[in-house]
């Protein structure tokens, strides 16, 4: 762990602990208990939906909700910063790229095809802009979102990665270059599930290198990744457009000790998902 990682994420970690929690991963356990969650073979909204951002002009930002949150009594789903972008966002620094204000309306589409709204509630770009950030690593690296879920709308939620099962905790340590690594996608009716492995961490620990079969596509933005215990590391930031099948992704320990240091939130905590991890290296 980096000093710089290590610095943000250990202070956090005393937030939690002052609260009861004596880690992030612990944190996430506790938070998931109390929620009404439906099972995961009824639930319509899970790791993988789509969420649908208006971008100004009329257009909208369509990408993919990565994981299952919970601060307070409140559910939220995670995705990209980037994709709560306000205009034509060029994907480089979220110190100086337009974000949309708090408040604003993300349609949430069900994997039933349903539509249902959500709130933005947190973006790390406009957090970033209000703080003043001067990191520039933490300025490029730093790309993630929540959006709260209506109260009605929880019992519909299940924090399950379809397919894959997890997540089983937050991952604290980043990834070590040629582990295994898994991600999702919905295609055709169904979930893709992409396997690959990580070629390293860059940016003081903030940002992981993938290189998955299939790669990540336009859409895909947002979408959660796990390592070998199922364990969330990453929500999908890049993609890189030099022929490779690689794909970047902003470290998820890192995103939500920012969030919850700065956020205006309190706690944030990953909620684990209800079934077994059951991908295999």
């Known amino acids: 762990m980096s000093p710089c990682r290590s610095a943000l994420v250990t202070a956090v970690v005393a937030v939690l602990a002052a609260l009861g929690t004596a880690t992030p991963a612990t944190a996430a356990s506790n938070a998931a208990a109390p929620a009404p969650f439906a099972t995961a073979a009824a639930a319509t ?3 993988g939906v789509r969420m649908i951002s208006p971008v100004g002009d009329g257009a909208v930002s369509t990408c993919t909700a990565a994981f299952v949150f919970r601060g307070g009594e409140r559910i939220y789903l995670g995705y990209a910063a980037h994709c709560a972008g306000s205009g034509e966002s060029m994907g480089l620094s979220g110190c100086e790229e337009p974000a949309l204000p708090l408040g604003t309306d993300v349609v949430i589409e ?5 539509r249902t709204g959500g709130r933005l509630a947190y973006s790390s770009w406009g957090t970033m802009q209000e703080r003043g950030e001067t990191d520039g690593s933490r300025c490029f690296s730093n790309d993630f979102a929540l959006v709260q879920l209506d ?3 929880v019992e519909r939620v299940n924090p399950s990665v379809p397919v894959l099962g997890g997540p089983t905790a937050l991952d604290t340590d980043g990834t070590r270059r040629g582990e295994p690594v898994y991600s999702y996608q919905p295609r055709n009716g169904g979930t893709t599930v992409k396997q690959g492995r990580s070629l390293g961490v860059s940016a003081d620990g903030l940002f992981h290198r993938m290189e998955t079969v299939p790669p990540g596509r336009p859409g895909d933005s947002g979408s959660g990744y796990v390592d070998a215990e199922g364990d969330a590391f990453g929500v999908l930031s890049i ?3 030099d022929g490779s099948s690689t794909n970047g992704v902003a470290d998820l320990a890192e995103a ?3 969030a919850t240091a700065y956020g205006d939130l309190g706690p944030v905590a990953l909620v684990p998902g209800t079934e077994p991890f059951g991908a295999r290296t």
Do not use: K, V
Request: no cysteine; charged share 10%; aromatic share 12%.
């Open 45 to 47: 909204i899970t790791p």
């Open 110 to 114: 069900g994997n039933d095809g349903s």
């Open 151 to 153: 109260p009605a709308d």
């Open 239 to 241: 993609l890189f457009l």
């Open 256 to 258: 939500l000790a920012y």
